[in-house]
DNA sequence: GGGCAAATTGTTTGCGCAAACAATTCTGAT
DNA sequence: ATCAGAATTGTTTGCGCAAACAATTTGCCC
């Protein structure tokens, strides 16, 4: 390990400047890539920052030029596969445009909360925030106001006045049942996300809609909280009632709760019922059966997230982006309606 | 929307100062928590603080003090449970210590882009910093040079020189076929992680201590990637081979793709084929059949990350942390031997 | 071969904060 | 009342960098 002088201060840019003969503001220079620089002096340069191991301040270079090259990321889940697929490309998206990323996560999250982590980002500087928060709450707690920070949500709702990135869980449901109702089930039960998640209300109102479209009834939603356990709970609920031929699930993971239910209740899947899902999470293709799903690009709209965030900060107006499209992918949890 | 100056910039502790009439000193001892301050003042810059909406700029305290109260995180992945869930309580932990978290993924994990992950960190002057990288080189990588951050890794080899966190495999591994054992299998295969994980090695010799303990053969391990679909392409494998009864799963996800190719080749579990998995990720009680697993907790991995870094960034003896032991989650994926 | 613009480098200054040092006010014990 | 020491506040300075401005050199034209 070289550590030279562990006690030793780190190499500034006067340490270099004077290493390589030139001015202070010559090293900062090459280290922007000003153009006028000659190329014997930048080789100079380049040559006493390797020799001395030296890297910038950020600190010292934020507080220079008020720009820190960082943007927030304030997350209320990361632990599923959606959010942390977003999470993963928000922070590479912006360590190729040159941020950092400063994250903030929120075990609950109320106005309070979100507001408290606002305030650490803005404290920090951040140029631009981006906001994997499904919940209904976080839309609201956006416009918190906390200087000009730009701030994004993802997967919420299109409020108009901050940037909104999301998938079309309308059109998405609509898919999704009318994939249903195409194999011939007319009983299309519905586990939905609990209240206080704008997806929720969107993906049970797709359902709704290809329902109606079909001439078909809507009955109560069976509501869960998007976990596996609230889906198997779900799932006996639905297989108890014999008319129930199908179940369009609000997500993967309550959809493989759906699917040990319909197997512990003697409902073989996919001759007796049929199960479609939304996410697309890589186990979706090895659940027993195989689920049909919904597949989300969750890593584009991570990445759409960050160019909305840059279009901001650049002073531009704000993205006119589309919903994405999610896409149906046909596997064996869905067949021909029984009879 | 409160944004009363879009142009202006904000507040400095200057301007808290002068509305209340004292040196801005005075407001930095506010903020620091300085013992000595006349509780009327200490008010009246509180007052001030509030009124103008004052936060102080973290670049300039960094500058002035050197310290950025700010730990880096190094993730090869989050996108599976146990890293996500390390991210998570470490991110808490850190917050709860006053610290900021600054993130660096990386697509693919060699010595070079570590190397940069580590040297962009080091860049942002931060005081520690965590790395979840279960992959050999990883462990490498945090002996290179870069000032005097303290490293510490999470879930790697114990060399000695830094502090690392972990589960302790080995002994994972040997109870959860010893489970096996105990139900009276003697063919137990193991589908193993991937070469270059510590953790594949690990969970492969717990395995083969286990067998040797109760005088069984081991033949080789079949070996995926950590992914369903390499799960159940092994398990494709496994299940070819009529002797065994039962296979160990490095884990969970793996165990998933090995429960639908035993499905699928017609192997009943647990009647006639027992598996067990390793992390119990909340999924495993619903898979088909609920799967029995070694638990692992990544929260408190994550939290000793953060003690440990801690410990390190006060100067104090690195920590010794036995790791951590995990323990077995019986399911309905075993059963006794068949015959 | 003078002159003007571009190219190249240097100097001064301030970003916002806290450390170090200095000054003043208060307290209680004599 | 008096003084030591604690309590409380103020002043000066520098952290490392880049912006603004200044100075010098070079290239190229007629």
Known sequence: MARPDSKARAPTMMDVARLARVSPQTVSRVLNDYAFI????????????????????IAAR??????????????????????????????????EAGYAVSIVSLPESNYRTISDALQRLASQAVEGIV???????????AFMSFDNVPVVTLSSVDTGEHTSIMTDSVE??????????????TA???VAGPAGFTVSDSRI????????????????????????????????KVAANREFTAAYVANDRMAQGVLLALHESG???????????????????????????????????????IEAVLVRINGEPPLEADPLLP???VRASTARAPG
């Not at 998405?172 to 089930?185: C, F, N, Q, V």
């Not at 999470?281 to 919904?294: D, G, K, N, S």
Request: include cysteine.
């Open 38 to 57: 000659k190329a014997d002096t930048r080789q100079r340069v380049l040559q006493a920052i390797d020799s001395l191991d030296y890297r910038p301040n």
């Open 62 to 95: 934020t507080l220079a030029t008020s720009r820190s090259r960082t943007i927030g990321v304030v997350a209320t889940d990361y632990l599923s596969f959606g959010p942390a697929s977003a999470l993963w490309a928000v922070e590479q998206a912006a360590r």
């Open 131 to 141: 906001m994997i928060a499904p919940q209904d709450v976080s839309a609201s707690a």
């Open 172 to 185: 998405g449901s609509r898919l999704a049942t009318r994939h249903l109702i195409e194999l011939g089930h």
């Open 188 to 190: 299309i039960a519905h």
């Open 205 to 236: 109102h797709g359902w709704r809609k290809a329902l109606g479209e079909a001439g078909l009834v809507a009955v109560e939603p069976v509501v869960g909280d998007w976990s596996a356990a609230s889906g198997y709970r779900a799932g006996l």
């Open 267 to 305: 409902r073989r899947v996919p001759e007796e019922f049929s199960v479609v899902g939304f996410d697309d999470v890589p186990e979706a293709a090895y659940f027993i059966p195989p689920l049909t799903t919904m597949r989300q690009d969750f890593a584009a709209l991570g990445r759409r997230c």
């Open 327 to 329: 896409v149906l992918v």
